[in-house]
C-alpha cells in the first residue's frame, strides 16, 4: 500500500477519533458539570463559575477513563464509513490486504494512546488535584463531620502514644487534608484529647494544624491558630495510604514506587495504575482489532448494527475484564503487569486470529 493511501487511513481514524474524543469531553463535562451543582450549588459562596471551573479540572481524569471506548468508536466508524463508501472493497481489488489497510488505523489507535498517556494523564492528574483543593476551599466551614463509612483514617504509632486521624478530604497526593480529625490515645489506649482543624499539612517529623480546636476529655475546648502532632510517618508512606493513584503524574509514578518500596510498602496501588498507562497504547490498538472483526466484511442491508452492537459489547466486556483483573492486582492476588497486560493480550489474540480465519482461511 503506497504512503498516500495510508496517510488518507491514517488522517480519517485521526479525524473521527478528535470528533468522537471532543463530543465525550463535552457529554462527560456536561454531566459532572449537573452533578456537581446539585450537590453543592446550597454551600456559601459557589457560583456556577466556580462549579464550571471545578468540573473543567475534573474532566480530564473523567475522559481519560473513556478513552479505551473512543479508541473502539472511532476504529468502528472509520472502518464503517470506509466500508459504505466502497472504498475497503476498491482497496481490496486493488490487491491490498486486510493487514496493510489496518496497518495506519492501529497506528493511529497506538498514538493516540501515547498522546493519552503523556499529556492527558498529566494533566488530568494536576487538574484533579486543583479541583479537590477547590471544592476542599468551598466546602471549608460546611462540614467538619467524620463519617467512618467514606473518610479514610490513619493510625500512628509515637513515644508517647497512639494517634487515629481522619479527615474529610485528603489533598496534595495525601499530604495535606481538610477538616481532620486527630483523636490522642494514651499508653492504655483511652482517647484523653481530640483535635479539630480546618487544613492539616504533613511537615518533616510532625503534623501541622490549622484553625484548631482542642478538647480535653476533662476540660473545656480551647482554640488555636497554629498547632502541631508529632509524627514519625514519612510522606511517602502517607501517601502510598492515602492518597489516590490518578492524582499522580505518569512521570512520577517510578519514582514513588521506587521510594515506596524502600520502606518496605507494596506500593500495588501505584504499580497498577503505571503498568495499566503502559499497557494502555496497546490496549487501544487490541480494540481496533475487535472493531475490525465486526467493522470490516461488507454488509448488507440490516445486518451492519447487529455487527456494529456486536463489536460494542465486545469492547464492554473486555473494559470490564480489565477493570476486574486491575482490582486482583491492586489486592496483591496477581502481579500488577499480569493484570495490566492480561486483557490486552487476549483482545489481542481474539481480533488476530478472528482476522486471520477470515481473510487469510
Known amino acids: 500500500m503506497g504512503w498516500t493511501l495510508g496517510r488518507y487511513f491514517f488522517l480519517r481514524y485521526t479525524v473521527i477519533a478528535i470528533w468522537f474524543f471532543l463530543g465525550i469531553f463535552a457529554l462527560v ?52 464509513s470506509l466500508n459504505r463508501k466502497y ?66 483514617w490513619l493510625r500512628q504509632k509515637t513515644s508517647s502514644g497512639d494517634t487515629i486521624i481522619g479527615a474529610r478530604a485528603v489533598l496534595s497526593q495525601g499530604l495535606e487534608m481538610a477538616d481532620a480529625t486527630f483523636f490522642m490515645l494514651d499508653r492504655d489506649g483511652n482517647i484523653f484529647e481530640r483535635r479539630d482543624a480546618r487544613r492539616v499539612y ?34 511517602e508512606f502517607v501517601q502510598e495510604r492515602l492518597a489516590q493513584p490518578e492524582t499522580i503524574p505518569f512521570f512520577e509514578l517510578p519514582q514513588k514506587i521506587e521510594v515506596a518500596r524502600s520502606f518496605g510498602l507494596g506500593a500495588n496501588a501505584f504499580a497498577m495504575q503505571f503498568d495499566s498507562l503502559i499497557a494502555l497504547p496497546f490496549l487501544l490498538v487490541a480494540m481496533t482489532l475487535i472493531a475490525a472483526t465486526v467493522s470490516m466484511r461488507f454488509a448488507r442491508m440490516g445486518q451492519s448494527v447487529t455487527m456494529i452492537l ?19 492486582g491492586v489486592a496483591g492476588f496477581v502481579p500488577t503487569v499480569v493484570a495490566a497486560w492480561f486483557p490486552v493480550v487476549v483482545a489481542m489474540f481474539f481480533g488476530v486470529t478472528f482476522l486471520l480465519y477470515k481473510e487469510d482461511g
Open 87 to 152: 472504498e475497503l472493497v476498491v482497496a481490496r481489488a486493488a490487491g491490498i490486504s486486510a493487514w496493510q489497510f489496518l496497518l495506519p488505523v492501529c497506528l493511529g489507535a497506538f498514538l493516540f494512546g501515547v498522546l493519552a498517556v503523556t499529556v492527558l494523564n498529566p494533566l488530568a492528574a494536576h487538574g484533579l488535584v486543583r479541583s479537590q483543593q477547590v471544592e476542599s476551599l468551598l466546602r471549608s466551614g460546611n462540614s467538619n463531620t467524620v463519617d467512618s463509612n467514606t473518610v479514610p
Open 202 to 235: 504533613l511537615r518533616d517529623g510532625f503534623w501541622e494544624l490549622h484553625n484548631v480546636v482542642v478538647r480535653p476529655s476533662d476540660g473545656p475546648g480551647e482554640k488555636k491558630d497554629v498547632d502541631r502532632v508529632p509524627t514519625d510517618l514519612k510522606p
Open 29 to 80: 463535562f456536561l454531566i459532572d458539570f449537573t452533578e456537581l451543582t446539585s450537590r453543592t450549588s446550597r454551600i456559601a459562596g459557589f457560583t456556577y463559575w466556580t462549579g464550571a471551573a471545578i468540573s473543567g479540572l475534573r474532566v480530564p481524569m473523567l475522559v481519560l477513563q473513556t478513552v479505551p471506548f473512543v479508541g473502539l468508536f472511532a476504529a468502528m466508524a472509520t472502518l464503517v
Open 310 to 328: 456486536g463489536g460494542i459489547v465486545a469492547g464492554f466486556l473486555l473494559y470490564v475484564v480489565s477493570v476486574l483483573v486491575k482490582a486482583f
